[in-house]
């Protein structure tokens, strides 16, 4: 059985429950824990209806019941995501749409009117990057709101690693492995080996490294190039990729980048 929501236009509640709801939507929508909901409509039950179901299924919302609460809230919190209805007294959310896209480029899903294709469209227009008519199933606006995150998400960067012969480090997890195996590095010598990394074949004095790195004493960057000598190379009497550079300091010479 159906309840239709105020106004006859919004959410289809079931009497599956919420429990069932959520167990059924939350299977693929790992990452979404972290991302924040602006809910814009002035409907307020509405509001309410979409906050508990939205946080039910892992994401943080907060609600405005129309455009300029959402400009007030905007100014102090980034948000992931906005839900607009169009359909709003004063501003309405084609207009508030439009003024979000010409600075943010936050993901907009808007609300309209059941067969109304003027709204779809108008709201396509305005710079929405989808729509939903009303009335919805809960279940398709969680999945509209999640695929709508998978899409603005920026693409995973492969991971930086620098080779040195049998040893390689990882310069964005700070992880330095030998032969396959993982290598124990101090917080210090990892951040020396990451600025090394940062600046292949550049090399910096003691007094920059000690600046660069926060340490006082200049004998104590000798100490972590020795330590990580130790960790890399083959002879660390003779070493090849942390080199010294004579009347300057240190530099990275790995065999590749990748």
């Known amino acids: ?134 009335p919805f199933e809960p279940r398709e606006l969680v999945l509209r709101c999640a695929a709508l995150l998978r899409r603005a998400a920026p693409p995973a960067q492969p991971h930086r690693e620098i080779k040195m012969g049998e040893a390689v480090f990882d310069a964005d997890r700070g992880e330095l492995r030998r032969k396959g195996k993982p290598v124990r590095l101090t917080s210090s010598e990892s951040a020396l080996l990451k600025l090394f990394a940062a600046n292949v074949g550049r090399p910096f004095s003691r007094t920059d490294l000690c600046t660069r790195l926060g340490v006082t004493l200049e004998r104590s960057i000798d100490v972590q190039v020795t330590r990580l000598r130790r960790k890399i190379e083959d002879d660390p009497k003779l070493p090849l990729y942390i080199q010294t550079v004579r009347g300057i300091g240190y530099m990275l010479v790995p065999d590749r980048v990748t």
């Open 1 to 134: 059985m159906h309840v239709p929501s105020p106004r006859g236009a919004g959410l289809l509640i079931t009497t599956v429950g919420l429990a069932k709801f959520r167990v059924a939507t939350m299977s693929g929508l790992a990452g979404v824990e972290e991302s924040h909901v602006l809910v814009v409509d002035d409907d307020e039950r509405l509001r309410a209806l979409l906050q508990k179901y939205l946080s039910q299924n892992g994401f943080r919302v907060t609600a405005a019941a129309g455009a300029e609460d959402a400009r007030a809230l905007m100014k102090s919190i980034a948000f992931d995501l906005m839900i607009v209805d169009v359909m709003m007294p004063g501003e309405s959310g084609l207009e508030l749409t439009k003024s979000v896209r010409a600075q943010s480029q936050t993901p907009i899903l808007m609300l309209t009117a059941r067969g109304d294709a003027e709204d779809r469209i108008a709201g396509l227009e305005h710079g929405a990057d989808d729509y939903l008519p009303k």
